[in-house]
């Protein structure tokens, strides 16, 4: 069992109790930790790219973007959506075209203060409209006939790797799908199962036995779990409030790892289910909310714990819904979507292009406009001063939307 897959199945859903301090002070990260003499020691995590920390999350089973960023006053969206449009009195107008479904309302001081960019007509040429398949190619950023090994950021820590101090590459919270951070041997650790953690945690720490090689190195592995772990929890008293939801357990998870400071590249959230393909304008309307409430609660946090400005939330999904509506009052498979970008250093707008509901393809899908790969060389390049083209196998060009 090499250390990825051990990682992988001993993962945590909340962080342990037992946690040391962690802080940040003067700009200088720093945790402290009880050595055997009962000396607090102080350990500086060196310089690097990702201290810049990257915040995905996956909004599973293909969000509607139609009916998250509302081409109002296209005639063809009532047209095409007689009984799943939204109506525009119940819209909250961003530009003279385009407006968002209210249950996002939370992210309107984002939008005002220019730190939410959204992006529409994001997609890939010859989409595949397969769940499984798509968020494959999301994930590994690969092109629709290609089928690579490892994920996009995966092959970003393969090719840059992080300081040996960190306590991971990447967390994956809520969740034992790796995403974009399967394959090679990235350190990530997925947060799923507390009792099974503090399991692995007591095996580890049980003892060894020398005479077999093979137990050497489970529990060699076991260790750095538990090594990893114990720099990651933390006990901070945030004074934000953070939401009910089961996506908001997901979110305060997120804000402990950030408070922890223990050396963290990027952390993944998974929001679900979208797949709303029957009854969707309630359904919808709670999982944006869910969504807005959470992204809500994770500025507070991380500006309470000034690494806003050091932080990057950006959303993704496998695909988008059909424009026209089906006979159950959702949508079914689509493609171009919209996603957004927050924090502190975005340059909020509107970046991509709107929806072309006048120019569907021949499945009723629309075109899209800006391939993904664009998204993710922005997020290599700009965020983390890295070479995209080699992680991407191909010279993408960036988008504007981070400084």
């Known amino acids: 069992m090499n250390r990825r897959n051990f990682l992988r199945a001993a993962g945590v859903s909340a962080l342990a109790t037992s946690a040391p301090l962690f802080g940040n002070v003067n700009g200088v990260v720093w945790a402290q930790s009880p050595s055997q003499s009962g000396v607090v020691r ?224 990027v952390i993944r959230l998974t929001l679900g289910s979208f797949d709303t393909h029957a009854n969707q304008l309630g359904t919808h309307a709670n999982l944006l909310r869910d969504l807005a409430d959470g992204i809500a609660a994770l500025k507070s946090a991380l500006q309470e714990l000034n690494r806003w400005d050091s932080s990057l939330i950006m959303t993704y999904c496998e695909f988008g819904r059909r424009p026209k509506e089906n006979q159950s009052n959702g949508t079914d498979h689509g493609t171009a979507n919209v996603q957004f970008a927050v924090g502190g250093k975005v340059l909020g707008g509107m970046y991509g292009e709107a929806p072309q509901l006048a120019r569907l393809d021949g499945n009723g899908n629309l075109p899209f406009a800006v391939d993904f790969r664009l998204a993710y060389s922005t997020i290599i390049s700009k965020w983390w001063g890295l070479d995209s083209s080699r992680v991407l196998n191909g010279r993408f060009a960036t988008m504007d939307f981070l400084a």
């Open 42 to 265: 102080t350990t500086t995590l060196p310089p690097s790219p990702y201290s810049n920390l990257l915040i995905l999350i996956e909004l599973k089973g293909a969000n509607d973007g139609l009916n998250t960023v509302v081409p109002f006053t296209d005639p063809l969206y009532a047209t095409l959506r007689p009984r799943v449009r939204l109506e525009s009195a119940s819209l909250i107008n961003l530009t003279e075209r385009a407006a968002l479904h209210p249950s996002l309302k939370p992210l309107m001081t984002m939008w005002e203060d220019r730190q939410l960019a959204i992006i529409q007509g994001l997609g890939y040429p010859h989409p595949n409209l397969s769940h499984f398949r798509s968020i494959e190619i999301w994930d590994t950023a690969s092109k629709s006939d290609e089928y690579l090994d490892a994920g996009w950021l995966a092959r970003t820590f393969a090719l840059n790797p992080a300081p040996k101090a960190y306590a991971a590459d990447g967390v994956v919270v809520g969740s034992n799908d790796m995403g974009p951070l399967s394959g090679y041997a990235a350190r990530t650790i997925a947060l799923a199962d507390t009792a099974q953690f503090l399991r692995t945690a007591r095996l580890a720490q049980a003892g060894r036995d020398e005479r077999n090689s093979a137990l050497r190195h489970i529990l060699a592995v076991e260790s750095e779990v538990v090594h990893a772990a114990s720099k990651l929890n933390t006990n901070y008293q945030f004074k934000t409030t953070f939401p009910t939801s089961a996506f908001a357990g997901q979110v305060r998870t997120a804000a402990q790892l950030a408070a922890s400071n223990a050396g963290i590249g």
